[in-house]
């Protein structure tokens, strides 16, 4: 039996919804109706029916709030990829400032956006979460916590093109983006994020970040 690459590959984007503020997931689920490519499969209030709903619904992308009524969305998500690595979570918060970033990043979820955020940035993200692209506000780095360093923590050495790169990682674009606003090829692009990587001793372009503005290699570091 012959496979229908072409069909598999332009069935509609499937979105859960977790968020217990009912107004605005009804808004998102409408808004989402409308928008071709993409499809609300089911809504949840808190954390454990957000893990049951996307074990049965299996979406493709969550769009999770941070605050639930029975926990965090970082919790919901941990548990959500553990099962099903593959799934993209776009994350919500009304409050930047209470965000962990680092816990964030280590979730492995891809986006990071502020609940006062555009519709159409959240569209925009939604449609390139499946892709595997990261992004994240600038906000969110602006207002999130610094912690302090150990007193004997070396901030790393990076080049100035990898500075470069890194502040635009910072502003969520994804590789193609930065390589084009460099005038650098894609491959060049993603060699630069893995020495960053390598140099902040970090797992993901989101982790790396935020060790970057605590370490002040951002604006808002420190």
Partial sequence: MTRDVGHTRSRPTSILVVDDHTTFAELLTGALSQEPGLESVGVAGGVETGV?????????????????????????????LADRPE??????????????????????????LPKDCSLSTLLDTIRTARNGTLVVHPSIFLLAPKQPQPGNGRVPAL????????????????????????RI??????????????????????????????????PGGR
């Fill in 87 to 112: 799934t993209r979570v776009v994350m919500l918060t009304g409050n930047p400032e209470q965000i962990p970033l680092e816990a964030a990043a280590h979730t492995k979820i891809c986006a990071l």
């Fill in 185 to 218: 090829t894609p491959n060049t692009c993603r060699g630069y994020v893995k020495s960053i990587l390598a140099k902040l001793d970090a797992h993901s372009q989101l982790e790396a970040v935020a060790k970057a503005t605590k370490l002040g290699l951002l």
């Fill in 52 to 80: 049951r709903l996307c074990a049965a619904l299996r979406p493709d992308v969550v769009v999770m709030d941070y605050h639930l009524p029975d926990g965090n969305g970082l919790q919901a998500s941990e548990r959500i």
């Fill in 159 to 182: 080049t100035q093109r990898e500075l470069e790169v890194l502040g635009l990682m910072a502003q969520g674009h994804g590789v193609g983006a930065n390589a084009r606003a460099l």
